[in-house]
């Protein structure tokens, strides 16, 4: 299976702070990779695929970028509605694996 | 509107088997792949296994190969989980995930989740 290592598992920032997660696959996933949005006591949200396509109501502060085994996932300017766990997911092959997890809190 | 809603989940003893289902509502069932995904107490996500549009391919996580079956009725906009041979290592929230294609690997709704607790 492919493993995928996202960081940090987490991370304090001040509103208007761009953020940056990272995601590493273990082997060469080309751009098959998701990020999600978890609230608490909510179901994830899609917010990127296919690396770096923003899915579709989703503000423009959110970005994504990579290919191959190395993605970062961005927050240009930290709003407070932003407080959420995000996730990394990759598809290669149909088997399907997420990061760890990124808990992100306001400094 | 798109709605997925998650049902089954209860608590159940080690061995035990249970069913969950998923009621689709808002798009073409049949055009797209199903998903569960799984997120144990405090955990992050795990996904568990994939149904495609027809239902002729299904593929599933090592952890729950030879115990879960995935399945879908088309006709009643359902998707089904059968779980067998329950473990503790079981207990969690399952959301059932709608797939963005046929068969891709990208969730673009869940429902909200049923809770499945394995214990004596």
């Known amino acids: 299976d492919i493993q995928m290592t996202q960081s940090p598992s987490s991370l304090s920032a001040s509103v208007g702070d761009r953020v940056t997660i990272t995601c590493q696959a273990s082997?060469?996933?080309?751009?098959?990779l998701n990020w999600y949005q978890q609230k608490p006591g909510k179901a994830p949200k899609l917010l990127i695929y296919d690396a770096s396509n923003l899915e579709t109501g989703v503000p423009s502060r959110f970005s994504g970028s990579g290919s191959g085994t190395d993605f970062t996932f961005t927050i240009s300017s930290l709003q407070p509605e932003d407080i959420a766990t995000y996730y990394c997911q990759q598809y290669d092959n149909l088997l399907i694996t997420f990061g760890q997890g990124t808990r992100l809190e306001i400094k | 509107e798109v709605q997925l809603v998650e049902s089954g989940g209860v608590v159940v003893q080690p061995g035990g088997s249970l069913r969950l289902s998923c009621a689709a509502s808002?798009?073409?069932?049949?055009?797209?792949?199903m998903h569960w995904v799984r997120q144990a107490p405090g955990k992050g996500l795990e996904w568990v296994s994939l149904?495609?549009?027809?239902?002729?391919?299904?593929y599933y996580a090592d952890s729950v190969k030879g115990r879960f079956t995935i399945s879908r009725d088309n006709s009643k906009n359902s998707l089904y989980l059968q779980m067998n041979s329950l473990r503790a290592e079981d207990t969690a929230l399952y959301y059932c995930?709608?797939?963005?294609?046929?068969?891709?690997?990208?969730?673009?709704?869940w429902g909200q989740g049923t809770l499945v607790t394995v214990s004596s």
């Open positions: 808002g798009f073409t069932f049949d055009d797209y792949a």
């Open positions: 149904i495609s549009w027809d239902g002729g391919s299904t």
């Open positions: 995930a709608k797939d963005i294609k046929a068969a891709a690997g990208t969730f673009d709704y």
């Open positions: 082997q060469d996933i080309s751009n098959y």
